[in-house]
């Protein structure tokens, strides 16, 4: 039969795009889950060094001191964890929505282990004492050329992938993907030129480093999260995107207003009164992108819960996106002066960028991984218990920091407030969810650590290979769908 | 890059001044140091004005123990960061805010705190900074620089010191030049010369 010779070839045309873009991407998602792993274990140490500074004092370890654990687990998570599991994500949703196999994949591991050096020597160089202290670009000066080469060499091969796309629709995925591809450059170059080689008063460059966090959430880790979860979603459910068109206007949303953001973050600084108060704008209308986004996915998954909580991949694209929304919604709320005022220069700043790398990028891209990675290697997750304790977990982690460093940062803007008190009130104000936080910090440590000794089992074929994936089986009672 | 100094007049004495006042605000080979060890991360430089929260009452955030009664410091300006490699306005505040910080205390008072900040403050949850200082043999006099904290782990008070290094000197170099607050003359860009023209002409 026609149709069935159809789907046969169809089929072998899957197999081949996910054999063409098998190593760059498992490349990519597993020396990520490494960095993710490092910048866990970073992020526990630099929380602990918060409360207690005598925690692994020893002279020989002066390198972890606050100052200095803080941006080399900032570095290792956003560009050693989520640029690189983003990319990976990336490559492979762009091969399978474009039908393109992925041409030279040399090219893109070489630049992959650029990638990785030029990480690697940004951490290391904080850690020994050559680092910038300039948030998310902390890494030493010489770091971002390599970083930038690395980026673009990716960037060509997925550009000439969507030239080659053999499929007529462009999928709002796919949209979102080269969004990205071109924001990163764009607003890496951009941030790293003013700040470091032109000349420029002190001040405008602290904008610019605040422009460029608000832009690297908004316009690189929000398209990658996006593109994901409009992928996983509907495939996994198997039902079309609820509205291609509320995509679009959602996509347009995001690419028109998400550069305006981040300089919020110093309202009341000594910059021009305007410019807080254009990005504070900006990330208010920013909730209309998201209400968009959000309503067009929970359209797509209504009254699929069934689909929803037997999917790994889609329990942790949920989450993502949950987050996400409370991300933005705070963002939103933090733009106000009313609000922001106990919120701005306190936990609550670093409390929002680990929601939006980790509460909702990171949640997202465990979701794709959990779905692309079996596709890759032919054989299943090992351990369905592991993936149930490292969501249990993650959620439970995030939600503790999320508590601890919203109230933890009210708590002590109040204190700082109350100007009559002695600073040690407003010291030890925020010590008690300080201490809280590294709780959460060890729990991500625990998590980290399953996942990756899941992704190393399955890597090294130690699973239990099946032909059908266990987890659509287990919905497969009344159904026969693969 | 700078911004453009503007003059005036103090009314009483009709002295001229200038704001920004055109000299090296503050000693950057010790900023570098600051950087470095990631200070910005627990510590601001920016006092927000009081429609932001009242800090710019503190004490602490201003010239601590130099006035009887409280007195408010003037949140930072543009102008103050001038030639500075980049303005570290800060990330949340862990520490005390630092734009007043060289009114504050002496340099050994820095030194010291530096190398190991309990002792100045026990309640403190800064690291120290112990790799900014060497311990060394008392050859002849000793150093006027020679902390006089050394923990009781240093051992053999009377044999050896303990000396700041270069970074140190610098770091400290840098936190004494840290005054934010040269005066200006309040006026806001824009606001008509004579407010009297600008009664009558309603």
């Known amino acids: 039969m026609p149709e069935e010779k159809e789907a ?119 850690l020994f004492g050559h680092g910038t202290s300039i948030e998310w670009l902390a890494f030493p000066k010489a770091v971002w050329p390599i970083l930038c080469g690395a980026f673009s060499l990716i960037v060509i091969w997925l550009v000439t992938m969507f030239h080659r796309r053999q499929d007529k629709e462009v999928y709002i995925s796919v949209w979102y993907i080269l969004g990205a591809c071109f924001w990163f450059p764009w607003i890496f170059i951009t941030a790293n030129l003013f700040i470091h080689i032109f000349p420029g008063s002190a001040v405008a460059k602290a904008a610019t480093n605040a422009w460029f966090m608000g832009s690297m959430i908004y316009l690189v880790l929000a398209p990658i999260g996006l593109a994901s979860a409009y992928y996983i979603i509907p495939k996994v459910i198997g039902r079309p995107v609820h509205s291609a068109q509320l995509g679009y206007y959602g996509f347009w949303g995001l690419a028109v207003f998400g550069g305006w953001t981040g300089i919020q973050k110093f309202m009341g600084g000594p910059l021009p009164a305007w410019m807080p108060a254009v990005s504070g704008a900006a990330v208010i209308i920013m909730l209309i992108p998201v209400l968009i986004v959000t309503v067009n996915q929970i359209m797509t998954i209504k009254g ?40 701005q220069l306190s936990f609550t700043s670093l409390g929002t960028q680990l929601l939006a790398v980790y509460g909702f990028f990171s949640m997202t891209i465990f979701g794709a991984i959990y779905f692309i990675v079996p596709r890759l290697t032919g054989t299943e997750w090992p351990s369905l218990k592991r993936i149930n304790s490292h969501f249990m977990l993650s959620i439970y982690a995030m939600g503790t920091l999320l508590v601890m460093h919203l109230f933890g940062g009210v708590w002590q803007s109040t204190a700082y407030g109350k100007f009559d008190a002695p600073l040690e009130n407003a010291i030890s104000a925020g010590k008690p969810y300080a201490i809280g936080g590294s709780v959460a910090w060890a729990v991500i440590v625990f998590a980290t650590l399953g996942f990756l000794m899941n992704l190393v089992s399955i890597l090294s074929r130690s699973g239990r290979s099946e032909i059908v994936s266990k987890f659509v089986k287990y919905i497969g009672g009344q159904e026969n769908s693969g | 890059m700078k911004a453009v100094p503007v003059e005036w007049a103090d009314a009483e004495t009709g002295e001229l001044f200038a704001y920004p006042a055109g000299k090296p605000n503050i000693f950057r080979q010790g900023q570098i140091v600051y950087a470095q060890e990631g200070c910005a991360y627990c510590h601001t430089q920016m006092i927000r004005p009081t429609y932001l929260g009242y800090e710019s009452w503190r004490p602490d955030f201003g010239k601590e123990g130099t006035v009887e009664l409280p007195i408010r410091t003037r949140e930072t300006r543009s102008g103050d960061y001038d030639g500075e490699q980049f303005a570290y306005l800060g990330v949340q505040r862990v520490g005390p805010d630092l734009s007043n910080v060289g009114y504050r205390h002496t340099e050994q008072w820095h030194h010291e705190h530096l190398y190991d900040p309990q002792s100045k403050r026990d309640f403190s949850v800064m690291p120290s900074f112990r790799h900014l200082y060497i311990k060394r043999k008392v050859k002849g006099q000793r150093s006027e620089l020679a902390l006089s904290n050394s923990k009781s782990t240093d051992t053999v008070v009377d044999e050896y010191e303990i000396v700041p290094t270069e970074k140190a000197k610098a770091l400290v170099g840098y936190l004494m030049t840290l005054k934010k607050d040269d005066p200006f003359s309040g006026k806001v860009a824009g606001e008509p010369e004579d407010k009297k023209s600008d009664v009558k002409s309603k």
């Open chain 1, 8 to 126: 046969q070839e169809d089929i072998q045309r899957r197999a081949a795009i996910d054999g063409s873009a098998r190593f760059p991407v498992l490349f990519f998602i597993t020396s990520a889950a490494v960095w993710l792993t490092l910048a866990a274990i970073l992020g526990f140490v630099q929380q602990m060094k918060l409360h207690s500074p005598g925690f692994l004092d020893f002279s020989f370890l002066h390198f972890l001191n606050y100052g200095r654990s803080n941006p080399a687990f900032m570095g290792a998570l956003v560009y050693g964890w989520a640029i690189q599991a983003g990319v990976g994500v990336g490559i492979w949703i762009m091969a399978r929505l474009c039908r393109a196999e992925v041409k030279n994949p040399v090219t893109l591991i070489v630049a992959g282990h650029f990638w990785n050096l030029g990480v690697l020597i940004g951490v290391l160089g904080i």
């Open chain 1, 304 to 343: 699929k819960s069934i689909e929803v909580n037997s999917s790994p991949a889609v329990r942790f694209t949920v989450a993502g996106i949950s987050f996400f929304v409370i991300y933005c919604v705070f963002s939103a709320l933090n733009s106000f002066l009313t609000v922001g005022k106990f919120t």
